[in-house]
C-alpha cells in the first residue's frame, strides 16, 4: 500500500503562486511515475504534470510555462510549483504514483479569484 498526503492548497488571487506538496509513505519505490491531477466541479480529471523516476517531465499544454513539477527521492515528496494562477485554474488537486497500478491522494482545494 501507498499513502499520499497532499498540502499546501489554498484560495490564491489570479496571478499568485502557489507551492503543493505531496508526501509518499508505504511500499514506495523511487523508480516510479508520479504526477499532479486536477478536478474542476463538473469536468473530468486531468492531468497536471508527471514526472518520472529520471525526471523527465510532461505538462498540460494548459499550464506549460506556468507550472514546474519536481521531486525528491530521498524525501518520497512530489512538488507542483504553481505562478501566475488564473481562475481557470481552481479546481481539487490530486498527488498520483504508480502506473500500472495508480495510487492517490485525498486532494488538495486550489481557488484562484479574478
Known amino acids: 500500500q501507498v499513502q499520499l498526503v497532499e498540502s499546501g492548497g489554498g484560495l490564491v488571487q489570479a496571478g499568485g503562486s502557489l507551492r503543493l506538496s505531496c508526501a509518499a509513505s508505504?511500499?514506495?519505490?523511487?523508480?516510479?511515475?508520479m504526477g499532479w491531477y486536477r478536478q474542476a466541479p463538473g469536468k473530468e480529471r486531468e492531468l497536471v504534470a508527471s514526472?518520472?523516476?529520471?525526471?523527465?517531465?510532461n505538462y498540460a499544454d494548459s499550464v506549460k510555462g506556468r507550472v514546474t513539477i519536481s521531486r525528491d527521492n530521498a524525501k518520497s515528496t512530489l512538488y507542483l510549483q504553481m505562478n501566475n494562477l488564473k481562475p481557470e485554474d481552481t479546481a481539487v488537486y490530486y498527488c498520483?504514483?504508480?502506473?500500472?497500478?495508480?495510487?492517490w491522494g485525498q486532494g488538495t482545494q486550489v481557488t484562484v479569484s479574478s
Open positions: 498520483s504514483y504508480g502506473a500500472l497500478r495508480v495510487y
Open positions: 508505504g511500499n514506495i519505490f523511487s523508480i516510479n511515475v
Open positions: 514526472i518520472s523516476s529520471r525526471g523527465t517531465t
